[in-house]
């Protein structure tokens, strides 16, 4: 799945709004604006559920068993460094989980959160 040639595809924008961008390269991953919710769970620890993300490819479609029931989802790695950084969700069986469908799971861990503060007189 990882292609090692991907960092020269990464896009940057969204240079003055706070950001989620990966923890090992860098790379831009999604506005701070496109939060839904901070309280669900990853394959390694918290995650956060994104309206969208950018910077990213995904893997190939697969039924996982997660806390709240069967989703189809894909993998989403990181097109600056291919690591895995959460999921998309492609689909849900449980009508309780629809509002999923078509958002992004990305892990805390694999992110750093960038303010764009500046101090000025």
Known sequence: MA????KIDVV??????PTYSCAKCS???ALQDELISKSF?????????MHSAVNVK???KEDRPLLTGIH???DAFCMGCNDRIGWYYFKSCDETQKYKEGKYL???E???KENKWSLQD
Do not use: C, M, P, Y
């Not at 940057?12 to 709004?17: A, L, N, P, Q, T």
């Not at 769970?41 to 559920?49: A, M, P, V």
């Open 72 to 74: 189809t989802v894909q």
């Open 110 to 112: 694999k992110l750093i």
């Open 41 to 49: 769970s990853g394959r390694e620890g918290r995650g956060f559920l």
């Open 106 to 108: 990305l892990e805390r």
């Open 12 to 17: 940057s924008i969204f240079h003055d709004k």
């Open 58 to 60: 995904l893997g190939r």
């Open 3 to 6: 292609d090692s040639n991907t």
């Open 27 to 29: 790379a831009v991953l």
